[in-house]
C-alpha cells in the first residue's frame, strides 16, 4: 500500500515565533521586568534575567533556526529599549536590531516582526499605560520611528499582539502588570488598543506603502463542558464573542462593539486596518455555568477528555487540533491572508510535542485543502524562553534550553519540524517514527 502524504502549498513559510523580553535579556525599562521582580508574581519566583542572552547572542540561535530548515522567523522589538525615556531613542538598540535582522536575512529567514508583545516601557506604565488614552498617539509615534529606521530589512509588520490576553491577563485578572480588576478599565484599554492599531496601521503605510501590517490574535477554543446545557452553551458563546470576535469586527468594521453599551461607535480609521491576520492557538477551554463566578461572566473551567489519548494533561488548556482548523475557516469571513503565529505546547519531556505539532499540522493542512488561505505556521518556541507569570516552568522550546549555563540541546521534536519543512510534507513515515499513535487522526479525512 502507498504511503500516505500531506503536502503543503509551494512557498509555505515555515518558522518560529519567539518575543524580545522572553529572549533578549535584562530587559531592564519595562512594566514586566518590574513586575517580576514583586515577591508572588512568578509561580517559580525567578526572573528573566538573561532570558535566552538574545541581545548579546542571538545569531547562534538564528544558526539554529537556518540549520532547521526554516525561511522565517517571527520577533518582536522591545519599546522600552528603543525609547528607554519619552522622546528619547537609543541609536545603539536600533543598530543591534538592524544586525538581528540582516542575521535573519543573510541565514533565508524572512522577518516577521511584533511591535508590541506585552511589555511597556516603565515611563509609559507610570502614565497609566494603555488605560491612558495617550498611548495611541505614543505608540504611533514609535511605530513610525521603528519603520522609518527599519523598514528597508523587514516587510510584514504585526502592531499589537495578543491585545485580548493583555487586557485580560493586565485589567481582568490581575495577572499581569499593573495588576488591576477592572472590567470597565479593561474595556477602555481594549479602546485603545483598536485605535492604536488603526494608527499604526496608517502610519507604516504612509512610511512604506507595499508593507503588509496585521494584527495578531491569540483564540481559544471555548467550548460548553455539556453541550446539552444551555447554561453552559451560553457562557460558551458569551465568552467566544467578547474573547475574539469584537476586537477582529472593530478592525475591519471600525466599530468595538461590548454589552450593556459600552464600546467606542464609530471608528473610521480602524475600517479594514488589516492586511493579514496572525492566529495563536494552543487548545480547547470546556467552559461551564458557574453562577459564583460574575467576573468571569459566571463561566468556570472544567477538563473533559481529549480528542487523543495524550499521556498526561500539560496545562489548564485541552489539547485539541480541531481547534486549529475551526478558527482558520471561521476567519476566512474577513477575507485576508493568514499566518499561524503561534502554535506551540510545553512538554520538557518531549512526550508529547510530536503528536501536537503532527496533529495541529494536519488541521491546518485540511483548512488549506477547503480553499482557506494560510501562507505560514510559526511554532511557538525555537529555544526554551522565559513564560511571563510562568517563568521558567513551561519549556516550550524545540531546543531546550538551560538557564543557569546558557547551554541548548535540541529535542526530538526539532528534527520532526526539520523533517516536515525539508519535505513541505507530512509524510506517513515521518508520523510512524516520531508518533505513531496519533496517525489515524494526521489522515483523517475532512468532515
Known sequence: MAKRILAFPDGFLWGVATAAHQNEGNNTHNDFWAWEQIPGH?????????ACDW????????DRAAALGLNTLRMSVEWSRL???????????????????????ARGLEPMVTLHHFTNPIWLAERGGWANQDVVSLFERYAAKVVATLGDLCQVWCTINEPNIYATHAYVLGKWSPGEKDLLKAIRVTRNQV??????????????????VGIVKHMAAFDPANPDSAAD???????DTLFHWRFMDAVIEGRLKFPFGFGIGRYAPAIHSNDFIGLNYYGRHPLRFDPSSPGTLFAGETQVPSEIAWPEPWTDREIYPAGLHRFLTLLTTYDKPLYVTENGIADGGDEIRPGFLLTHLAALH??????????????WTLVDNYEWVEGWTTPFGLIALDPATQGRTPRRSAELYAEVVRANAITEEMVEKYAPQVVNQVFAEPV
Open 366 to 379: 485540511r483548512a488549506i485543502r477547503r480553499g482557506v488561505d494560510v501562507r505560514g505556521y510559526y511554532y
Open 83 to 105: 525609547e528607554p525615556r519619552p522622546g528619547v531613542w537609543d541609536s545603539a538598540a536600533f543598530d543591534r536590531y538592524r544586525e538581528m535582522l540582516k542575521g535573519l536575512q
Open 55 to 62: 541581545w548579546n547572542r542571538a545569531e547562534e540561535d538564528l
Open 42 to 50: 512568578v509561580v517559580d519566583g525567578s526572573t528573566s534575567g538573561l
Open 195 to 212: 485605535k492604536a492599531h488603526a494608527a499604526v496601521y496608517r502610519a507604516i503605510h504612509r512610511l512604506q506603502p507595499k508593507a503588509q
Open 233 to 239: 452553551r451560553w457562557v460558551a458563546a458569551i465568552r
